[in-house]
């Protein structure tokens, strides 16, 4: 794995560093995302917080370099992130419309060494020692030649973090990942992200059930079109001004 991805630092030496400051985004004269101010390293989990429309998705897509700021600044590892980049990988909610594409699991794992090696150039023994490696970890391998849209909700988000790895993406980013999944696939997800945390990746995710989001997260960000709180998961949630915004009632924690 990458350096990030390594838990065990050397004494000195600080994880990766994600800074947001001042972020703002507009789509023409609507203001999406303002005054979004956080920073967080390599090796937590990050759950985005907030009701429908506040903003989270245009959070990750910005981050993910698929939206531009208006005003502010990302910065990673210390220099200005303007654009996408091979160290994040941003996984969207799965979107059962766009099934039919026949590609296998390990063909789907593969497509994260592209930013490595590009569309035209064969793939190195580097790259599959790669892919063989994320389908070990994402414990894929009996799975590997079945096509992606023959598996369940859990098995293709297990296959697309798989491909995140693969890419070496020392950040992850997923949109509402436990949207549609079962209660033994969501289970399982929260397993495996908890699990990439350990192993030293960044992992950002919006989430939308307040009940597990301190089982699976040591940090939150809850917004509402602006930045409302951040910080250490439980005293963000026990917040009076968190729990306003989130529609929680005293000893309340799902929505």
């Not at 999406?32 to 009701?51: I, K």
């Not at 414990?139 to 030649?145: G, P």
């Not at 988000?157 to 070496?168: G, I, K, N, V």
Request: hydrophobic fraction near 40%; charged fraction near 25%.
């Amino acid at each position: 794995m990458s350096e990030c991805c390594d838990h065990h630092y050397e004494p000195g030496h600080s994880p990766h560093r994600l800074e947001v400051e001042g972020l703002c985004v507009t789509y023409g004269s609507v203001t999406a995302l303002c005054e979004v101010d956080f920073a967080t390293t390599c090796g937590n989990r990050l759950a985005l917080l907030g009701p429908n429309g506040a903003g989270k998705s245009t959070l990750i897509r910005t981050l993910a370099g698929l939206l531009k700021a208006e005003h502010g600044s990302i910065l990673w590892r210390g220099q200005a992130l303007t654009g996408s980049t091979r160290e994040i990988a941003y996984l969207p909610q799965l979107d059962r419309h766009r099934e039919g594409f026949p590609v296998t699991v390990r063909e789907v794992v593969a497509m994260g060494r592209l930013p490595h090696v590009g569309f035209w150039k064969a793939s190195r023994k580097i790259d599959e020692e790669k892919v063989e490696e994320a389908i070990a970890v994402m414990r894929l391998e009996d799975l590997a030649h079945r096509q992606i849209d023959a598996l369940s909700g859990g098995q293709r988000q297990r296959a697309f973090l798989a491909r995140a790895l693969a890419q070496e993406a020392h950040i992850v980013m997923l949109d509402e990942p436990f949207t549609g999944l079962d209660v033994e696939s969501g289970a399982e997800l929260a397993e495996t992200l908890k699990d990439l945390g350990t192993r030293g990746h960044l992992v950002i995710a919006s989430h939308h059930n307040l009940a597990t989001v301190e089982a699976i997260f040591d940090q939150a960000l809850v917004m509402k079109k602006r930045q409302v709180a951040f910080g250490e998961v439980s005293e963000v949630m026990a917040r009076v001004e968190v729990r306003e915004v989130l529609g929680l009632q005293k000893g309340e924690l799902h929505v």
